[in-house]
């Protein structure tokens, strides 16, 4: 079952346009957790050379409704917050770390880690929060 949720999940970011445009991955995807990456290329910088919010906030907000999809079905998030913890750059590549911390039968409250990879090491970026709904 667990593959076939993985494999459901690269399906579903491989039919999103903008998903596929940046190149992203899911890594992992089980029951309540999901894991997404993407690599970090000069197109997603801003004018001082740090990788854009923009593009942190929606790695963090597809990681949460991957989670939270992966409990409730077909979802869209209702809402999420962001705090960036440190600018990145110089980095590989991105990863989101999501995980459900409650859901019920309609929503479901994820939380989001986000890292940057350089030269192997991790390092904490930016965390998330969000609601996430079934769709229906």
């Known amino acids: 079952m667990e593959t076939n949720l993985l494999a459901h999940g690269r399906g579903i970011l491989s039919s999103q346009p903008f998903s596929a445009s940046l190149g992203t991955q899911v890594e992992a995807l089980v029951r309540g957790h999901a894991e997404l990456s993407l690599e970090v290329s000069y197109s997603l910088l801003q004018q001082h050379g740090f990788v854009h919010g923009g593009v942190l906030a929606y790695l963090a907000d597809n990681a949460l409704t991957f989670a939270g999809g992966s409990v409730l079905g077909d979802s869209l998030t209702s809402e999420f917050k962001v705090n960036y913890l440190r600018p990145v750059r110089d980095a590989t590549?991105?990863?989101?770390?999501?995980?459900?911390?409650?859901?019920?039968?309609?929503?479901?409250?994820?939380?989001?880690?986000?890292?940057?990879?350089?030269?192997?090491?991790?390092?904490?970026?930016?965390?998330?929060?969000?609601?996430?709904?079934?769709?229906?």
């Open 93 to 136: 590549s991105l990863l989101a770390i999501a995980d459900v911390t409650d859901s019920g039968a309609r929503q479901a409250v994820c939380r989001c880690d986000v890292y940057f990879l350089k030269e192997r090491e991790r390092t904490l970026c930016a965390a998330a929060q969000g609601t996430i709904r079934r769709i229906g």
